[in-house]
């Protein structure tokens, strides 16, 4: 699959992230970019996209406010 953008409505402007959906066996994972910084989301037990921390966390990380608007939107956007 391609990479695509959406824009996620943070703090009065919109945020533009870039995503990549990546198949891991059965399970679609996304590669989102924010700020220059990976993520993967994945789907939880209830359906729901949480973040996953990337291993080396940078020196100028996303706020979890943002991560969460971001699982928001994919939620309404993939839906």
């Known amino acids: 699959m391609d990479a695509f953008t959406i824009a996620i409505p943070f703090n009065n402007e919109e945020k533009e992230v870039t ?6 066996g059965y399970v679609m994972k996304l590669m989102v970019t924010i700020d220059d910084v990976e ?6 037990d209830e359906g729901k996209w949480r973040a996953i921390m990337p291993g080396d966390l940078p020196a100028k990380m996303p706020g979890n406010d943002l991560l969460q608007a971001v699982a928001d939107e994919l939620d ?3 839906s």
């Open 76 to 78: 309404k956007y993939l």
């Open 39 to 44: 993520f993967i989301y994945e789907l939880d």
């Open 19 to 24: 995503i990549l959906p990546v198949q891991q």
